[in-house]
Every structure is written in C-alpha cells, then in structure tokens.
C-alpha cells in the first residue's frame, strides 16, 4: 500500500457507527506531531490521529501548493447566537452546540448575503487552519472542468473520454463521454465495496500508469450515462482528463482561475497521487473553513468573480446541479438535494452545503469516527436545514 491510497478515501461509503460514538479530542496544534498516524492507514486513525493528521497533510503526504491571493475577499460580519438552535433528528434534539461536540466538527462556518453569522472552531483549530477535503475536492474538480470549457480547452462534455485520454481507447471507456464520467455513469464495472480485498477499490493502484491499466481490463455493464454508479477511479480520470485538456497542474489552474482570482486568503496544499505527480480529481485540497466558504460563494455567484468577471460558463452550475438520469441526487460530482440546494461532501464529515434560493453558504471541517453512515449524513442535513430555517426567519 503506497501513499496514494489515501486518496480513495474520498468514496468510501460505510455503514458502521452510530451517532453515540466517541467525539475526537482537543489537540493542542504544537503537540501534533507525537499523534500522526501510519499515513497507509487513513481510514483507520484514532481520533487523536484523525486531528492531528488531517491538518497537517502536507507533512504527510507529497503535495502542490495553491498560493492565496495578496489581496483576500473580505467578508462580512453580522454576527447571530447560534449556539442553541435546536436540530430535530430521529433521536430526539439537540443543539448546534451539541452537534458541534457530538460530531467531532473542528470548524463551522454560515455565511448569509455575504457576511459571515456563525463560526465556531473546535478540537484545538483556528481560521488559520488548513483540513483535508476528502470528497470535497471533486467538486472542485467539476468547476474547473467548467473553466476549462470556457477557456476553450474543452468543447463540451459530449466530447468523449478517450478524445483527451487516448491511451483509454479500445477499453470500455470508448463510448463515455465526459458528462458521463462527470455523472459517475459511465456503465464500466467497478466494484466499490470497501470491506473486500478483491474488490477494484482495494485492488487498483492509483498511480496514473497503473490505473490507465487496471480500468483498460474493466467491462462494460450498462449503456453510458443510464446507471449511477460510484466509481473512485472515475474521479482520477476526470482529473487526468483534465489535466491532459489543459496542460497543466489541476492545483496551478486552480490558483490561476479560482483561488487567486476570487481572493482566497490563504493557501491551499493538493495531494498528489505519487510524488511529482498529478493531482486526484477526487481527493484531496487541503484549505482553511474560511477559504471552503469562499468556494462555496463562488458557486453560489455562478462562478463569476467579486467583480462580476465570468470564470465558468453562463450556465455551468445550472447543468452541473441539474438531476442526471443516472440519479436524481447527483449532478456534476455535485450531490443534490430535493429543494434546489447542492452540497460538496467528503467522508468524515468534511462539507460546503449552497443553498442558491436562501443566498446560503455553510462549510464544516470534522472527523467524525467513521467515514459515512446514514444517521451522520442525515443528523448533518438536518443541521444544514434548522440553520437555513433559523437564518430564514
């Protein structure tokens, strides 16, 4: 197992923990170094090693800086007592207090119209602290595919895989196109169960050779573009698509097009998948809570600059929010949800939650002890709803 292994993290769906599991701890920052974890077994880190390691990836694992802009967005503050708002979920209530600590969230972050109402940070961290993405990331990723279509790199998703990736030519990725990819609906087989060890998950190496290969040997299940079907390696290759279209570092075009542009205040770090290598699609930028609401804010301005200046399509975040046929519940490495918002999940509860009718943004770092059951997502969405209620009223 090499260190690229983390990445797939990002995709891992679980079911094991329920919501009574044991918080992670405060970790004082200088101390961090005496809790890391063996980098190979991410998954499985103790709370304390889940704290200290997650903000501090780039000591962990070989990474590209995305450098900040010299001169931030500023935010607005209008400050609200959030602190006892009331979540409804199926045990019962509890506050945004109580989530906080329950839920091991080291940071949160609600932004309304543009000003920051509530942040509160936990577990020893502070605005200046960079947290891993996990799945985050891919939504990331879907933006600047978008630019990369503005920009003329791309004509359109329609275009098919292999017309950037023609090492894929000739295996099942012949007739995916780029939409389908973006969709996770390519119909190829991939396997994703997390507890098998000859599962494609827990089989492939995600070196970029080695993963061109592994998924050349990949069948055909279903037409392009009809079955949802969550594929990890999907991510990378949009990555590499990408990469490829653009020629050059996904965490260089970030910077160029995103990151400095927008005026995010500080940088950000990409794991790489090898050292020197590419970056992968779907894991991991390391960034600050502040920077994740930024993101967010530049989704919810349709991927135009503070000044108005069009970064992605007119129409991007519309199509990349739009229910695919493969799923109602995803668009564009986007998962949607049944009232026009759209969230950027990553396992252990890692989120920016943009809700485009109630001009809301809502970010969180955590690490939760498992990476994904049903009670946390769901005891999660009914935070993100009791606060847009709350800020409604």
Known sequence: MNHSLLLWASLALLQLAPLSAAAAPYIDPDEDAAHFGPIEKILFWTPDQQVAGYRNMDKLTPVRWVRAAETPLQLGERPLDL???????????????????????????????????????????????????????????????????????????????????????????????????LQMASGVAW?????????????????????????????????????????????????????AAIGNNLSTYLERKIWQPFGMEADAAWNLTEPDGGEFGGCCINATLRDYGRIGLFALNNGRLADGTPVLPSDWMKQSTTPSRGADYYGYLWWLTDNGAYRASGIFGQGIYIDPAENLVIAMHSARPEASTQAYWALQMAMFHAVTEALRK
Do not use: C
Not at 215 to 234: I, W
């Open 191 to 243: 396997d994703e169960t997390y507890d098998d060890p000859e599962s494609d998950l827990n089989q492939v190496s995600w070196s970029t050779l080695d993963l061109y290969d592994y998924l050349d040997d990949q069948v055909r299940t279903a037409a392009p573009g009809e079955t949802f079907n969550y594929n990890t390696a999907e991510s990378n290759l949009v990555g590499n698509l990408l990469r």
């Open 83 to 181: 602190d006892a708002l009331p979540i409804p979920h199926e045990e019962g209530n509890m506050t945004l207090t109580g989530f906080i600590s329950s839920q091991s969230v080291a940071g949160l972050l609600v932004i309304k119209d543009g000003a920051v109402v509530y942040e509160r940070y936990a577990l020893g961290n502070n605005r200046a602290t960079r947290w891993i993405s996990y799945s985050v990331t891919k939504s990331v990723t879907s933006l600047l595919v978008g630019a990369a279509i503005r920009d003329g790199y791309i004509a359109s998703v329609d275009e098919k895989v292999t017309d950037y990736l023609p090492r894929m030519k000739g295996s099942a990725y012949d007739q995916a196109s780029i939409r389908d990819v």
